[in-house]
């Protein structure tokens, strides 16, 4: 069976237990836990077993979608004020000119709080109920973006940026004071007690740390079993630049020389690697999180998805803010569709994604990439009623009334 296949339920319900006991999945943090899954035929046996009081059941309308909660496993919090702005110029010259500005800033506590609170406010809207986040630089600053994330109720990773060169000196760290904030930031997390929350090890790029403290980092990962997100083989001059700074390897061998490549990393990008890289990737488990909407604006290139799933790869799709302009994953759905259209007119053997591909890498393809496949990305008994109506009666920007004939299939593919 394709993994990448999709189960419509035309009239179906879901039963969700609101004290999380209905299964014995130990490992989710779920209050709200979905007991059972099935067809509207079936709804008055499921009443009875789950002792259902007619009060309980909210019905969906007919243009109304229940689906699960989207994710993003790719997005950078502090570049929110700039989505839209600077596509002028390739990714190094990018981060110069515009990124690190920015970011830098965060010093200021109520700039953080300002656009944090927007950034997780807007990408709920947009339906995202997982997000793998980029803080900056700063510890303090992250910390304040994992309190808008409780406040709003999100699911999220976050991570304090690791930078110890390559950008402006006041928006640098030594070596010494990376892990040193790093543990102080993992604990700090930690310590709000929020299920939902978890920090993550977030290296930049191979470029702004060195061997070295990449490998303390990895330590770091190891020992107390966290996630690790940074970017990979994004932008052909960058490439080149790793290759240039470690002795010819590949970027994958060198964030694999520092442990860094695990069931519980995911890389942003990965447009340019090499078979190898792709062989490392899916034997160590790593994922890719697909950023369609940043790789055209940055004139990055394009990522062959197709290729990369073939070779084993777990992908998601990430919106890449700022990077990406949009923070709405269904943007870098229809994104990932086009760019994969513009790669089979290049390559006649390359099929364009469907709506069905991008459904998935948006849902259960972005929980594998986070390693959360056990909690969220579907709606299977046992894991976290993660979800989001999608009400296509009235579209947004134009007003216009959608027949309410369409089948459940046609609405979501109106709905990309
Ligand atoms: N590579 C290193 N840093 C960044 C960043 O902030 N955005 C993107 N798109 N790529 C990066
Ligand atoms: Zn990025």
């Known amino acids: 069976v394709d993994p990448y296949s999709l189960t419509v339920i035309q009239n179906g319900f879901v039963i969700v237990d609101d004290e999380g006991k209905a299964t014995n999945n130990t490992r989710s943090t779920a209050r709200f836990q979905i007991a059972a899954v099935g067809d509207a ?13 007619r009060e309980d059941l909210i019905t969906l309308g007919k243009t109304q979608l ?42 200021d506590q109520e700039l953080c709080k300002r656009v944090f609170d927007a950034v997780v406010r807007k990408t709920l809207d947009h339906g995202t109920t997982t997000a793998c986040y980029f803080g900056s630089l700063f510890r303090d600053s992250t910390l304040v973006l994992a309190s808008s994330v409780t406040r709003y109720g999100q699911r999220a990773f976050v991570g304090k940026i690791n930078m110890t060169k390559l950008a402006p000196e006041d928006y640098i760290e030594t070596a010494e004071k990376s892990i040193e904030d790093t543990l102080e930031f993992v604990k700090e997390v930690m310590d709000i007690g929020n299920p939902l929350i978890q920090p993550i090890i977030t290296p930049r790029f191979a470029l702004s740390v060195d061997m070295e403290l990449m490998k303390k980092l990895g330590a770091i990962a190891k020992e107390q079993n966290l996630h690790i997100q940074t970017h990979i083989s994004e932008n052909k001059d960058e490439v080149k630049m790793v290759h240039e700074l470690y002795d010819n390897k590949s970027y994958a061998d060198v964030y694999n020389e520092a442990n860094l490549l695990t069931p519980k990393t995911v890389l942003a990008h990965g447009i340019y690697l090499s078979e190898d890289e792709m062989k490392l990737l899916s034997k160590t488990g790593t994922s890719i999180s697909h950023c369609p909407e940043s790789n055209v604006n940055l004139g990055s290139g394009i990522c062959d998805v197709r290729k990369l799933k073939n070779h084993g790869i777990t992908l998601g799709l990430g919106t890449d803010v700022a990077g990406g302009a949009s923070p709405s994953i269904i943007t870098a759905m229809r994104s990932a569709i086009s760019a994969s259209t513009n790669l089979s007119f290049a390559d006649e053997n390359s099929k364009p994604l469907t709506y069905i591909d991008v459904f998935y890498l948006a849902t259960l393809g972005g929980a594998k990439a986070l390693a959360l496949d056990d909690q969220i990305g579907n709606f299977q008994v046992g894991k976290s009623f993660d979800a989001i109506i999608v009400d296509l009666d009235v579209k947004s920007s134009s007003a216009d009334y959608l027949s309410t004939d369409l089948t459940p299939q046609e609405l979501l593919q109106n709905f990309c």
């Open 41 to 53: 035929a079936d709804l008055h046996t499921a009443k009875k077993k789950f002792n259902f009081a």
């Open 66 to 107: 229940l689906l699960p909660g989207l994710i993003d496993t790719h997005i950078h919090a502090p570049q929110y004020p700039n989505a839209g702005l600077g596509y002028d110029k390739p990714l190094l010259e990018w981060l110069d000119n515009y990124t690190y500005k920015l970011e830098k800033q965060y010093r």
